[in-house]
């Protein structure tokens, strides 16, 4: 697969890549805080992974302009696809809305985009520890 077959893929998969790799980052932050307590860990990361997160965090990003328009695409289709799911622990906007920011975490991901993804990696643990 090359970078502009990425464009190709659906919301749902650049959203499953997206997970795994936001997720990664945010493990790997904690544990560089000094955090090593499984039990820890899991409570911590649900500060900057759960879906009330990356909702508050999407939205944050729009209205700071943050995003570029290609971005903005992406997470609208990953926010807009049929996942056929039904959402744990929150409503379904919530979890569309995390879907789509996954999926543009996937998108930057996928396409080599890893600068772009760490800056806004970086901004998320910013504003999550903001508050």
């Known amino acids: 697969m090359t970078k502009a077959d ?3 893929i659906n919301g ?15 493990r790997r932050h904690l544990i560089f805080q000094g955090q090593t307590k499984p039990s820890q860990l ?9 879906a009330k997160a990356q ?11 943050l995003l570029t328009e290609k971005e903005e695409d992406i997470y609208r289709r990953g ?7 039904k ?14 920011f996954e999926a543009v975490m996937g ?8 600068e772009r993804l760490e800056e806004l990696i970086d901004w998320c643990i910013s504003e999550v520890e903001r508050v």
Not at 12 to 26: H, K, M, N, P, R
Not at 59 to 64: F, G, R, S
Not at 87 to 100: F, H, L, Q, R
């Open 55 to 65: 909702a508050m965090l999407i939205t944050k990003m729009l209205d700071a302009g």
């Open 79 to 85: 926010r807009n696809a049929n996942a056929n799911t």
């Open 107 to 114: 998108y930057l991901h996928m396409t080599e985009q890893i």
């Open 6 to 8: 990425v464009n190709l």
């Open 12 to 26: 749902i998969a650049l959203a499953f890549e997206g997970d795994a790799v936001y997720s990664t980052y945010i």
């Open 42 to 50: 899991h409570r911590l990361a649900t500060h900057y992974v759960s």
């Open 87 to 100: 959402a744990k622990n929150t409503d379904i906007v919530t979890y569309k809305m995390s879907t789509g």
